[in-house]
T-cell receptor
Framework: GAVVSQHPSRVICKSGTSVKIECRSLDFQATTMFWYRQFPKKSLMLMATSNEGSKATYEQGVEKDKFLINHASLTLSTLTVTSAHPEDSSFYIC????????????FGPGTRLTVL | QKEVEQDPGPLSVPEGAIVSLNCTYSNSAFQYFMWYRQYSRKGPELLMYTYSSGNKEDGRFTAQVDKSSKYISLFIRDSQPSDSATYLCAMGPRAMDSNYQLIWGAGTKLIIKP
């Protein structure tokens, strides 16, 4: 149980385009989803927390207009990187919890974004 | 000082050895401690979690928490080449606490040599 999927697993795009990454909880309802960014050989950096049906809470320094998060259902959250630039190239990982008061997060396999 | 300190390694040990991975923390409000394993270019996989001081065992893995010393460990017995990965500790207050935020260690890269 507690499987989280991400799509696509890898994406290459041109500078200036927008990219959407999907995160799905496959066998449980995720009331809370998190989006992380990970640079090579570095730990996870939390970008934002989203609760189903409400606006995402962004961490300090993360541009909400650049990284659009939508958590429209209990099994799906999307991250859209708008007007992507080479510095946005990174490994993006989502995680999900089945309840706001549950401590354990289950992670997706990640999406490798390369902006040319 | 970071809230969570974890040696990034790499830590290289021969197959079959007992591996000890550690994290220290400074916030006494942390109540929930987790260990994740991350293979290259993959998402983190939850290995173990615990709330209390003491040991928790699951197969070849043992998680140990010492709240008085603010020190947590993950032991891997009979290590295998397939255990080669980056191990991340994560901790924080309980999710029901208003100040909930999960804090991550930098991750320790472990290499098990055949």
């Amino acid at each position: 149980g507690a499987v989280v999927s991400q799509h696509p697993s890898r994406v290459i795009c041109k500078s200036g385009t927008s990219v959407k990454i999907e995160c799905r909880s496959l066998d449980f309802q995720a009331t809370t989803m998190f989006w992380y960014r990970q640079f090579p050989k570095k730990s996870l950096m939390l970008m934002a927390t989203s609760n189903e049906g409400s606006k995402a809470t962004y961490e300090q320094g993360v541009e909400k207009d650049k990284f659009l998060i939508n958590h429209a259902s209990l099994t799906l959250s999307t991250l859209t990187v708008t007007s992507a630039h080479p510095e946005d190239s990174s490994f993006y990982i989502c995680s999900a919890k089945s309840h706001p008061h549950t401590d354990t997060q289950y992670f997706g396999p990640g999406t490798r974004l390369t902006v040319l | 000082q970071k809230e969570v300190e974890q040696d990034p390694g790499p830590l290289s040990v021969p197959e079959g050895a007992i591996v000890s991975l550690n994290c220290t923390y400074s916030n006494s409000a942390f109540q929930y401690f987790m260990w994740y394993r991350q293979y290259s270019r993959k998402g983190p996989e939850l290995l173990m979690y615990t709330y209390s001081s003491g040991n928790k065992e699951d197969g070849r893995f043992t998680a140990q928490v010492d709240k008085s010393s603010k020190y947590i460990s993950l032991f891997i017995r009979d290590s295998q080449p397939s255990d080669s990965a980056t191990y991340l500790c994560a901790m924080g207050p309980r999710a029901m606490d208003s100040n909930y935020q999960l804090i991550w260690g930098a991750g320790t890269k472990l290499i098990i040599k055949p």
